[in-house]
């Protein structure tokens, strides 16, 4: 049980902490625990008194029933876990979360002008494959029992949807266009167009999103000092404030080199 918990916090946080409250509100949705009412989006109930501002987030949080309840969290940590840990376009943990919000966002957007629904999640996993296999063309991958083109996944969970759940199919197209609007907007515009990145992560959220003092590392703690009033640098005497040598110690002589007079 400690290896398994150990594993479990030693995955990246982000892909953790989602997959986990994806899996928790489903098997309490399913299994009738928790009311369904309490967690759908609905933009009138955002303008409420007090307004319901959580609906923009659980509306991601509820899998498909039955075996969608195991594989949609697996799918949302396993795609969210390759952005966070080794794609070069996500180079912080704020890039991550920021892509989540604005593909989110626009996924929200899309399914309220067009498709009418009102809970979100297989289009942002869709769209989290999109955007993970746009940089491994060329990779196989393996999708059930068969190996494809690693760019073709998204592709073959449409297909999959196609064959045994049709309605999801519009949902998952708002998806994969957000995904590629991100694509568009934030690299294909900037590096072929020579415009700039339109959805550059904001300051604010990089200040939220800042690495702790205390970092606990597998072998030990690690403390970082605060360094207010700028960083210190070392003196050319070797003296430092707060030494807890004695004062005659604190400066250094002049050399004497050994077998001299």
């Known amino acids: 049980m400690a290896e398994i918990m150990d594993a479990y916090w030693a995955a990246p946080p982000l892909a953790r902490n989602m997959a986990t409250a994806v ?100 289009g ?27 760019q073709l996944l998204p592709y073959c969970m449409l297909l999959m949807s196609v064959l045994m759940s049709p309605g999801l199919v519009p949902l998952q197209l708002t998806g994969i266009f957000a995904a590629h609007m991100h694509d568009f907007l934030s690299r294909i515009y900037p590096e072929f167009g020579g415009g700039p990145n339109l959805l550059q992560t904001p300051a604010f959220l990089s200040r939220l999103v800042e690495t702790p003092r205390i970092l606990r590392r597998e072998y030990g703690t690690a403390i970082r000092p605060p360094q207010a009033g700028g960083q210190s640098s070392g003196s050319s005497t070797g003296a430092s404030t707060g030494s807890v040598l004695p004062d005659s110690w604190k400066t250094r002589g002049t050399g004497q080199r050994l077998g001299g007079n």
């Open 124 to 150: 942002l996993i869709i769209a989290l494959c999109y955007t993970v296999t746009q940089d491994q063309r060329g990779v196989k991958a393996g999708f059930f029992f068969f190996t494809v083109p690693a």
């Open 23 to 122: 899996l928790i509100t489903s098997i309490g949705v399913h299994m009738g625990f928790l009311p369904y009412h309490w967690l759908y989006f609905t933009a009138d109930r955002l303008w409420m008194l007090p307004p319901e501002i959580w609906r923009p987030f659980t509306s991601f949080l509820l899998s498909s029933p039955q075996l969608g309840i195991i594989l949609d969290p697996y799918f949302t940590f396993q795609y969210l876990s390759q952005l966070e840990l080794g794609n070069p376009k996500f180079p912080n943990k704020e890039d991550v979360l920021w892509y989540i919000f604005t593909v989110g966002g626009l996924i929200v957007v899309l399914n309220r002008l067009f498709t009418g629904q009102v809970f979100f999640l297989q």
